[in-house]
């Protein structure tokens, strides 16, 4: 930080297992990469290659090595992962993995169905080499998935394997643990914490609204994904209390009221 303040949440230091922030990489250029290091690289700690973006996304190699460099960890989106395991080709999955000396997996079923018990296999077979990620949730909207379900769904594939277990909500923040307005489940993700430690779960909030309302929930060192990528500074500004959204949160209360009473 270029200064200090007090009344500043304290936040996990990377390598981070907490706190995490996921940045979405949709086809940035190597250069772009390169200027998201220079920036943000302190304040992001995981990059996805959104859906199957890797296959098309130029330069992949090169910038999987800058977000490497970076000490920050890489994956496919799950969407990448269906699409092989769709045309029988997991083990191909795999070597592609091995080939791009990539260090993360995600494994989801948000487009097609797998047998949880064989979702929960391909997580286990990926856990032996790779730091796992799993998803849970439907990128359909109006699918409904029982808060039972979800826990159940998640307790397994963490026992599985999963490092973190994410929260479906697309990019677009619309379904999943969203309405299609954009507002959370807020009974649904009470019910997931009653049973799932928070610092488990990689919560995907594109939206502004959807990271203060974590950020309010759960604290500063929340789990949140899908962040795109001039967004990364802008959140942790969030988590801070450096925006007028959170500005109160971490002022003590008598700072706080007198603060309102001026304004």
């Not at 990271?211 to 949140?224: E, M, P, S």
């Amino acid at each position: 930080m270029n200064f200090t303040l007090p009344y500043i949440p304290e936040r996990t230091a990377q390598p981070r297992e907490n706190g995490l922030t996921m940045m979405m990489d949709k086809g940035l250029s190597w250069r772009e990469a390169e200027n998201f290091v220079a920036s943000s690289a302190s304040y992001c700690d995981l990059v996805k290659f959104g859906f199957g973006s890797s296959m098309i996304t130029s330069d992949l190699e090169k910038k999987i090595a800058i977000y490497h460099e970076a000490g920050m960890k890489v994956y496919f989106g799950g969407t990448l992962f269906e699409a092989f395991v769709a045309r029988g080709m997991f083990d191909d999955y795999r070597k592609l993995l091995k080939k791009f000396k990539i260090n993360c997996a995600e494994v989801s079923d948000g487009s097609i169905e797998i047998d949880h018990k064989e979702k929960c296999g391909y997580i286990k077979k990926l856990a032996e080499d790779h730091t796992v990620l799993s998803e849970v949730g439907s990128k359909e909207e109006g699918i409904l998935i029982s808060p039972a379900k979800w826990v159940r769904m998640m307790s397994n594939e963490l026992k599985a394997g999963s490092w973190k277990v994410i929260a479906e909500a697309r990019e677009s923040g619309n379904v999943g643990i969203y309405r299609p307005n954009g507002t959370a489940h807020s009974m649904l993700v009470n019910k997931i914490l009653n049973k799932i430690k928070a610092e488990d779960i990689l919560w995907e909030a594109p939206q502004k609204p959807q990271q203060v309302w974590f950020i309010k929930l759960i604290g500063a060192n929340v789990n949140l994904g899908n962040i795109g990528p001039h967004d990364v500074i802008a959140l942790e500004s969030l988590r801070l209390g450096l925006r007028g959204d959170t500005f109160f949160d971490h002022l003590p209360e008598e700072v706080g009221e007198k603060l309102k009473q001026i304004q």
